[in-house]
């Protein structure tokens, strides 16, 4: 089984409607992030937690809202999405020795 | 602040031919550098890592060494695979930054058989 696991993998949905991204993991690490991935611009940082009541923001976080449900779960929100939030949404983990792992992704069309 | 700057692509080459993608980075201390690398349809994987100068990180037949005079990581390769294509990263983190990585755009590879 996937250490860290993305829900949807594919979703498209229309402007204006809230949409929540899903991410669990059972690596047991307490710092979890959300990345956005757009073509030729790599991977930008939405928000990170480094534990249950610990949230922050990125560098890319208006328009996006989390919930750090458990230590396993991390959930990433668009209140009412729009077309230039559609790309690819990795969700990563760490503990304190650097290393992230990354979940599959979930590749988000907004019409 | 901190940033990566690598190679753009794509880069195309031969099965077994020599790869080199370049990356230089930006930091305001002594960051530790990371190579990642994302097949098609996957997510992002480490590939290499070096956490000070001088060191070397190594995995799959991959390379790059820390060089702190000239702020460089390139990954090399010395015969590379069809199963090599993919999109590599760069990125560092700083110590202190609570551990946020900073992405190069990627560079795509393919190889061809």
């Known amino acids: 089984d996937a250490d860290v696991t993305q829900t949807p993998r594919n979703r498209i949905t229309k402007t204006g409607k809230r949409i929540m991204l899903e991410c669990s993991q059972t690596?047991?690490?307490?710092?979890m992030y959300w990345y956005r991935q757009d073509p030729g611009l790599g991977l930008r940082l939405i928000y990170y937690s480094f534990d249950v009541k610990d949230i922050n923001k990125g560098e890319i976080s208006d328009g996006y809202s989390v919930s750090r449900q458990a230590q396993a779960k991390f959930s990433l929100s668009l209140e009412s999405a729009i077309p230039n939030q559609t790309a690819l949404y990795f969700c990563?983990?760490?503990?304190?020795?650097?290393?992230?792992?990354f979940g599959p992704g979930t590749r988000l069309t907004v019409l | 602040g901190d940033s990566v700057t690598q190679m753009e692509g794509p880069v195309t080459l031969s099965e077994e031919a020599f790869l080199t993608i370049n990356c230089t980075y930006t930091?305001?201390?002594?960051?530790?550098l990371f190579w990642y690398v994302q097949y098609p349809g996957e997510g992002l994987q480490l590939l290499l890592k070096a956490t000070k100068a001088d060191d070397k990180g190594s995995n799959k037949g991959f390379e790059a060494t820390y060089r702190k005079e000239t702020t460089s990581f390139h990954l090399e390769k010395g015969s590379v695979q069809v199963s090599d294509s993919a999109v590599y990263f760069c990125a560092l983190i700083m110590e202190g930054s609570n551990y946020k990585l900073t992405f190069g755009k990627g560079t795509l590879l393919t190889v061809n058989p």
């Open positions: 690596k047991g690490h307490d710092r």
């Open positions: 990563a983990t760490s503990d304190r020795i650097n290393e992230q792992f």
């Open positions: 930091a305001t201390g002594y960051p530790s």
